[in-house]
T-cell receptor, first 115, second 112 residues
Framework: NAGVTQTPKFRILKIGQSMTLQCTQD?????MYWYRQDPGMGLKLIYY???????DKGEVPNGYNVSRSTTEDFPLRLELAAPSQTSVYFC??????????????FGAGTRLSVL | EDKVVQSPLSLVVHEGDTVTLNCSYE??????LLWYKQEKKAPTFLFML????IEKKSGRLSSILDKKELFSILNITATQTGDSAVYLC????????????FGQGTTLQVKP
């Protein structure tokens, strides 16, 4: 079972470059999320989506954009990379039939360095 | 502002020890509390707690929630080196978003 798949696993960017982090899930989950995790810290929510065509900001959305054209895919776009965006990025998804049972399943992460 | 705080931030024990990890929270519109284990890669789900006082168990791990005092504990008995990981506590908030607020995590190292 593939679950949540993220690509690439690692990437080094120069300041000002742009890139898209890919996330796809094959569990037919409605909800998808993007987090970043800085060293020694928990996960901070960047953006989330409750279904195709619907996205909303999380705690730390500045410098990022997302789209959700299909149920399966939820790409995260960095337009002008900055050193502050050096982090590990996790994508997650959940099937929220009942909110009290919301369990998010995570991808393996993308380690991004901006130099 | 919603907040989840874990303690201790790091812990070193020897195999066979019992550990208790703490998670306190201050959030609006609490839905549930979740524990995840993270071993260098993706966080993996351990427990979800929605009601006070009901202990969840899985082998040597157990967890309990106190909704009056706004905290949860995760216990690991007879620790093994394979328990070495970051343990993340998260609280689900909001009505239709499924959003999670994470604590900083507790790094557990179990020495042989």
């Amino acid at each position: 079972n593939a679950g949540v798949t993220q690509t690439p696993k690692f990437r080094i960017l120069k300041i000002g470059q742009s890139m898209t982090l890919q996330c796809t899930q094959d569990m037919n989950h409605n909800y998808m999320y993007w987090y970043r995790q800085d060293p020694g810290m928990g996960l901070k929510l960047i953006y989330y989506s409750v279904g195709a065509g619907i996205t909303d900001k999380g705690e730390v959305p500045n410098g990022y954009n997302v789209s959700r054209s299909t149920t399966e895919d939820f790409p995260l776009r960095l337009e002008l990379a900055a050193p502050s965006q050096t982090s590990v990025y996790f994508c997650a998804s959940s099937l929220v039939a009942e909110l009290a049972k919301n369990i998010q399943y995570f991808g393996a992460g993308t380690r991004l360095s901006v130099l | 502002e919603d907040k989840v705080v874990q303690s201790p931030l790091s812990l070193v024990v020897h195999e066979g020890d019992t550990v208790t990890l703490n998670c306190s929270y201050e959030v609006t519109n609490f839905r549930s509390l979740l524990w995840y284990k993270q071993e260098k890669k993706a966080p993996t789900f351990l427990f979800m707690l929605t009601s006070s006082g009901i202990e969840k168990k899985s082998g040597r791990l157990s967890s309990i929630l106190d909704k009056k005092e706004l905290f949860s504990i995760l216990n690991i008995t007879a620790t093994q080196t394979g328990d070495s990981a970051v343990y993340l506590c998260a609280v689900a908030v909001g009505s239709n978003t499924g959003k999670l607020i994470f604590g900083q995590g507790t790094t557990l190292q179990v020495k042989p």
